[in-house]
């Protein structure tokens, strides 16, 4: 059976309404799905709606900018009571820092003489979702002619963008808005839930005695299926996994898919996440909250 645990929506960096995403996974065959917007459970009622029309199993789920002591990471949450005022207020405070960090940048990206259109930050009332900052502040053609210049490159990725002008120390650093795992902690033993190291082997990983300690304080699972890793993690991390007694799941982390000139459109094209492949997955699929 496919599954599919990672997914993101127009409610947070996804392009996807949940409805639409809904749609395009039933395409690929998925019989299980979780709503991972970040910091947002906005999309997961209309997620909800539309698995039930496409007979899809849908899991509550969520990710979170995490830091425990000096170590930066995403986590998942899945199965918790997404009703909590206590969570909304978690969600709420970290989404109103992060609209403070991009804006302080976009103010000087402004100042610095590049066009920013006043009510761009109006158009995202939950996460605000750097990959479609940057989409609009580079349709201007000012903002992408002066850009081509100063990066000295003809195609420009948004990659370049980002480094450039949104995590560069003399504009700013837009902030991801992390969350104390420890809080974390305290609030799942009021609304339930696992929680799952997200696609640790991405960039620089996490260090196996960091896992260790989170395992210890509450950690329940670790994504083992993602894109974002290779043959050889995906081996590291089950062993991983199996020495600490914590569940496997798999995403894809799916955004968008490509389509003008791309072969590949998407991962979902090359990339299948088994139930029977991930240890322990049907402790999340069968605590699902019944809403």
């Known amino acids: 059976m496919l599954i599919d645990l990672q997914l993101h929506s127009t409610y947070s960096d996804g392009y996807l309404s949940p409805t639409e995403l ?32 496409n007979d899809i199993k849908s899991i509550i789920g969520l990710e979170l900018y995490v830091r425990f ?6 986590l998942l949450w899945y199965n918790f009571d997404d009703d909590n005022p206590e969570l909304h207020n978690m969600l709420r405070k970290s989404q ?22 006043e009510k761009i930050l109006d158009k ?13 502040f580079s349709a201007d053609k000012e903002n992408m002619k002066r850009m081509k210049k100063e990066l000295g490159v003809g195609n420009i990725r948004e990659e370049d963008i980002i480094a450039k002008y949104f995590q560069n120390s003399e ?50 699972g670790i994504e083992l299926l993602s894109p974002h890793h290779s043959y050889r993690a995906v081996c590291f991390f089950q062993q991983l996994a199996r020495d600490l007694n914590l ?41 699902n909250n019944k809403k």
Not at 24 to 48: C, P, W, Y
Not at 69 to 74: D, S
Not at 104 to 111: F, G, M, Q, S, Y
Not at 127 to 135: G, L, S
């Open 96 to 117: 109103i820092r992060r609209r403070r960090s991009v804006r302080k940048i976009l103010n000087k990206l402004e100042k610095l003489g590049f066009v920013i259109d």
């Open 171 to 220: 504009i700013g650093s837009i902030s991801p808005s992390y969350i104390d795992f420890k809080k974390i902690i305290e609030l799942k033993k009021k609304i339930g839930g696992q929680l799952v190291l997200c696609h640790p082997g991405k960039y620089s990983g996490i260090k196996k005695e960091v896992i260790e300690r989170l395992k210890e304080k509450g950690l329940d």
């Open 22 to 53: 809904v749609k395009f996974i039933k395409s690929k065959g998925i019989k299980v799905a979780s709503l991972t917007d970040h910091n947002t459970v906005a999309g997961l009622h209309e997620f909800r709606h539309a698995c039930r029309a």
């Open 124 to 136: 995202y009332t939950h996460y605000v979702p750097i990959n479609k900052i940057v989409d609009e």
């Open 247 to 287: 569940i496997e799941t798999g995403g894809s982390d799916f955004h968008c898919y490509r389509e003008h000139g791309h072969i590949i459109q998407h991962a979902l094209q090359y990339y299948k996440i088994k139930k029977e492949l991930l240890w322990g997955v049907d402790k999340i699929i069968e605590n």
């Open 69 to 74: 002591g000096h170590t930066k990471f995403n």
